[in-house]
Structure formats: C-alpha cells, structure tokens
C-alpha cells in the first residue's frame, strides 16, 4: 500500500526559506508523477508543483518565482523549497501522487506556520 | 489562472440528491476530460471521489456521480447520508501554464 509522508519545520519566520521533504513507502518515484498541495487555514486548496524524474518540473505561476520541487530517487523521496516566505505562506501543506491529472494518494499534510 | 468557479454552499435532507457544479473554460473543464472531485472533511485530508469526470476510485460509493456539460462539470451525490456532509473541490487539467487548478470549494451540509 502506497503511503507519503510529509516532514518540515513547523514554524518559520518571514523571509526564511520553507524546505519540505515528503517519503513515499509501497512505490517507486521513479514512476509517477509527484506533487505538492497546500491549503490556507480556513481556505481551499492551491496546487504548487510537480516533477517527474525524467521530465522537467511544472510550477504554480503565481508561486513560480520562489519555489523549487525536486526528486531523490536514492531515498525514495521529493522536496519542496519555498524562498522568502510571509504570513500569507501559512497553511497545510500536502504531497500527492498526481495521476494525471487528478491527486490520488495524498500524505496526511504538514501545518507551516510563518510568525515573527 | 483563476480558479474554477463553486457555489460557496449547498445542502440537502438525507436521502435527497444534491448537485455541486464547477465552471471552468475551454482552456480546462470545456477542453479536457480530466476534471476531478475530492472531498475533505474538517481536520481531516482531501479524497479523491471521481477522476477523468465520470470515473469513481475503487471503493467509491456509486452514490457519487460526475458529468460535464461545456465547460460546467457536476458532481451529483444521491441518496444523501450525514457522513457526505464535508467540503467538495473540484479541479481541472488546464492548457494554461499551471496545468492544473483546483476550485475553490463547496460546502455540503446535510440538513
């Protein structure tokens, strides 16, 4: 059974660079598409990104210019790096498997929260 | 992009249908057969209910139901139980540059 598990920092302060990793149990990354979703408290949910190993990555334009998604296949895991955060980065952040083109196996999400 | 347009709320008595529409353009639900519907309980994470706009997840119940109509897709739940009550997304392959959006979501609640 396919499982992912989100890891990160918690908390940050503004203009710190958010690193996420999330580990995939029960399948390879090597043969689907990985993504990244967050969801805002009290708000929807906001696609971010997705890489697949052999293809170049596909980001949120709104998000394009900060953010950077990437694979290790040595440790059957993906990566989300958002630069410069503020307050309105606060959310639930979630990796999913993207079968194109709809998130079909989803990790239980990571709450960040941005404060000084 | 803008996201997909939801009514903010819809309810229902149990046993009733409802219907949760999601508009788009031709750029993504008109264009595209990849519309999807997740449902999200509070506190809890969002979970695929119909993919491809018509297609259930093994394990779905046949009480969900997904059409589109141009550039409006649908999401019809029958025979409405307590448990159904939940937040509703859609979202949508896009030709745009984001390849894919989500709407803003629905509120289901069962009266």
């Known amino acids: 059974q396919m499982r992912l598990q989100e890891s990160g920092p918690g908390l940050m302060k503004p203009s710190e660079t958010l690193s996420l990793t999330c580990t995939v149990s029960g399948a390879s990354i090597r043969s689907f598409y990985w993504s990244w979703v967050r969801q805002p408290p009290g708000k929807g949910l906001e696609y971010i990104a997705y890489v697949y190993y052999t293809g170049s990555p596909n980001y949120n334009p709104s998000l394009k210019s900060r953010v950077t998604i990437s694979e290790d296949t040595s440790k059957n895991q993906f990566s989300l790096k958002l630069s410069s955060v503020t307050v309105a980065d606060t959310a639930v952040y979630y990796c999913?498997?993207?079968?194109?083109?709809?998130?079909?196996?989803w990790g239980r999400g990571t709450l960040v929260t941005v404060s000084s | 992009q803008s996201a997909l347009t939801q009514p903010a709320s819809v309810s229902g008595s149990p046993g009733q249908s409802i219907t949760i529409s999601c508009t788009g353009t031709?750029?993504?639900?008109?264009?595209?057969?990849?519309v999807s519907w997740y449902q999200q309980h509070p506190g809890k994470v969002p979970k695929l209910m119909i993919y491809?706009?018509?297609n259930r997840p093994s394990g779905i119940s046949d009480r969900f139901s997904g059409s589109k109509s141009g550039n409006t897709a649908s999401l019809t739940i029958s025979g409405l139980q307590p448990e159904d009550e939940a937040d509703y997304y859609c979202?949508?392959?896009?030709?745009?540059?984001?390849?894919?959006?989500f709407g803003g979501g629905t509120k289901l609640t069962v009266l």
């Open positions: 491809g706009v018509t």
């Open positions: 031709s750029s993504d639900v008109g264009g595209y057969n990849y």
């Open positions: 999913a498997r993207l079968a194109p083109w709809s998130f079909d196996v």
């Open positions: 979202s949508s392959y896009t030709s745009g540059t984001t390849l894919v959006i």
